[in-house]
């Protein structure tokens, strides 16, 4: 008899992971891998040492990943990665899946491949305990505000992805991630359409298309949030119009509890060479922490 690849790793060392997405702590931080990619880009280090990275260094103890990460979706290496955030106490929050097609693509046939390119994440997530697996809402016209099919379409994709990890307890979320779904109505559109209890957004407070207002998108859709991006600008390079702690304070008073994901990344200057690898990381380092203090002073309350 056959046995599919989905079976595998729900069951044997993947049955642990069943019931894994309960609920999350309440207000807790966890750090989003792809605040570390330019030095993972520059060979700085390799997923399986991120665990120890984010102990030792960061002083975190929970991980959003990044499927682009991930040398071998193999179940060894699966077993490998869970074992090396097993051995220093951090969990694993999310699953950001990326380059996997085209969820809201005109074409049927098209978005049913982008479902199925998304079902080897969505087995992944579950067998590293995940609570959820982001994915994105891309394709259908370039005027997205001229494509009024577009949020029906990807309403039929999370359906079939919902339908996959039914008995995971995995939430299926979506992130504001440029243009149309980084457009709060069409977001706010979708979760109703889809209307499942294991759906939702992943509210990143910077990702917004040229010229909103990120604070006023934000709001609009934090009631739909299963998960928060922590972004902005602080200190020297404070913009009044993307200001951190202003952000992190809307998203607190919206009702927003869970994991804030540290999303940052160093910010350069227009022209500035890049930095080489280690000076890179140490950047990385820096930038996370300074993050991490402005939501362990304005929501966790320490300091």
Same mark, same amino acid.
């Given at each position: 008899?056959?046995?599919?690849?989905?079976?595998?790793?729900? %069951?044997? &060392?993947?049955?642990? !992971?069943?019931?894994?997405? =309960? /609920?999350? #702590?309440?207000?807790?931080?966890?750090?989003? *891998?792809?605040?570390?990619?330019?030095?993972?880009?520059?060979?700085?280090?390799?997923?399986?040492?991120?665990?120890?990275?984010?102990?030792?260094?960061?002083?975190?103890?929970?991980?959003?990943?990044?499927?682009?990460?991930?040398?071998?979706?193999?179940?060894?290496?699966?077993?490998?990665?869970?074992?090396?955030?097993?051995?220093?106490?951090?969990?694993?929050?999310?699953?950001?899946?990326?380059?996997?097609?085209? %969820?809201? &693509?005109?074409?049927? !046939?098209?978005?049913?491949? =982008? /479902?199925? #390119?998304?079902?080897?994440?969505?087995?992944? *997530?579950?067998?590293?305990?995940?609570?959820?697996?982001?994915?994105?809402?891309?394709?259908?016209?370039?005027?997205?505000?001229?494509?009024?099919?577009?949020?029906?379409?990807?309403?039929?994709?999370?359906?079939?992805?919902?339908?996959?990890?039914?008995?995971?307890?995995?939430?299926?979320?979506?992130?504001?991630?440029?243009?149309?779904?980084?457009?709060?109505?069409?977001?706010?559109?979708?979760?109703?359409?889809?209307?499942?209890?294991?759906?939702?957004?992943?509210?990143?407070?910077?990702?917004?298309?040229?010229?909103?207002?990120?604070?006023?998108?934000?709001?609009?859709?934090?009631?739909?949030?299963?998960?928060?991006?922590?972004?902005?600008?602080?200190?020297?390079?404070?913009?009044?119009?993307?200001?951190?702690?202003?952000?992190?304070?809307?998203?607190?008073?919206?009702?927003?509890?869970?994991?804030?994901?540290?999303?940052?990344?160093?910010?350069?200057?227009?022209?500035?060479?890049?930095?080489?690898?280690?000076?890179?990381?140490?950047?990385?380092?820096?930038?996370?922490?300074?993050?991490?203090?402005?939501?362990?002073?304005?929501?966790?309350?320490?300091?």
């Amino acid at each position: 008899m056959e046995i599919s690849r989905r079976k595998v790793l729900v %069951t044997g &060392a993947g049955a642990a !992971a069943l019931g894994a997405a =309960a /609920a999350p #702590a309440q207000q807790a931080i966890s750090l989003a *891998a792809w605040s570390f990619s330019g030095s993972f880009f520059q060979g700085k280090w390799k997923l399986l040492e991120l665990p120890g990275i984010l102990r030792n260094r960061l002083q975190i103890t929970a991980l959003e990943h990044v499927n682009q990460f991930f040398e071998n979706p193999t179940l060894t290496y699966q077993q490998k990665l869970k074992k090396a955030c097993a051995d220093q106490g951090v969990r694993s929050t999310i699953l950001m899946v990326d380059s996997e097609g085209s %969820t809201a &693509a005109v074409d049927k !046939a098209e978005r049913h491949q =982008a /479902a199925i #390119a998304h079902r080897k994440w969505i087995d992944i *997530a579950h067998y590293l305990g995940c609570i959820s697996v982001r994915c994105n809402v891309y394709g259908g016209a370039e005027d997205w505000k001229k494509d009024p099919d577009l949020v029906n379409r990807a309403a039929e994709t999370m359906h079939e992805m919902l339908d996959y990890s039914q008995g995971s307890g995995l939430n299926i979320i979506v992130e504001n991630h440029g243009r149309a779904s980084s457009d709060p109505e069409v977001l706010a559109a979708l979760v109703k359409k889809v209307d499942h209890p294991r759906f939702g957004l992943l509210c990143d407070l910077g990702n917004w298309n040229r010229g909103d207002d990120r604070y006023a998108n934000s709001k609009r859709i934090l009631p739909y949030a299963k998960g928060l991006s922590v972004k902005g600008t602080w200190g020297a390079s404070l913009d009044p119009a993307f200001d951190c702690e202003k952000l992190v304070k809307i998203a607190l008073d919206g009702g927003y509890a869970g994991f804030w994901g540290l999303e940052v990344t160093p910010r350069r200057a227009q022209g500035e060479a890049k930095l080489p690898a280690d000076e890179q990381f140490e950047s990385e380092v820096r930038t996370v922490l300074e993050a991490k203090a402005i939501v362990e002073r304005v929501v966790l309350k320490q300091g």
